[in-house]
Nanobody
Framework: QVQLVESGGGSVQVGESLRLSCTAS????????VSWYRQSPGKQREYVAV???????NYADSVKGRFTIWRDHEKNTVYLQMNNLKPEDTATYSC?????????WGQGTPVPVSS
């Protein structure tokens, strides 16, 4: 069974940093695009960043310049480095990928940012 597991979330204060991890089992992340999304209570899920199989990366305007996404092929893990966190970054962050026309999501990791 394919699984994506996020980790690294936790309470931080404004201006601090966190690194989230998305580790996969039974699927090779390097062959697929992997995205991070986030969702705050009462809001729709929001796209954050993506890294595609060729290594190209894209970011939402709201996080550009502060967040970085990358892969570790050996660890079959995709990371999201989040710097200079703001209160509006508060959300549950989830990773997503598609393999053989099937979509997979992790369970999410919460990131509360307090001022």
């Amino acid at each position: 069974q394919v699984q994506l597991v996020e980790s690294g979330g936790g309470s931080v204060q404004v201006g601090e940093s966190l690194r989230l991890s998305c580790t996969a089992s039974r699927i090779v992340l390097s062959t697929n695009a992997v995205s991070w999304y986030r969702q705050s209570p009462g809001k729709q899920r929001e796209y954050v960043a993506v890294v595609v199989s060729g290594g190209v990366r894209n970011y939402a305007d709201s996080v550009k310049g502060r967040f970085t996404i990358w892969r570790d092929h050996e660890k079959n893990t995709v990371y999201l480095q989040m710097n200079n966190l703001k209160p509006e970054d508060t959300a549950t962050y989830s990773c997503q990928t598609t393999n053989r026309n099937r979509e997979y999501w992790g369970q999410g990791t919460p990131v509360p940012v307090s001022s």
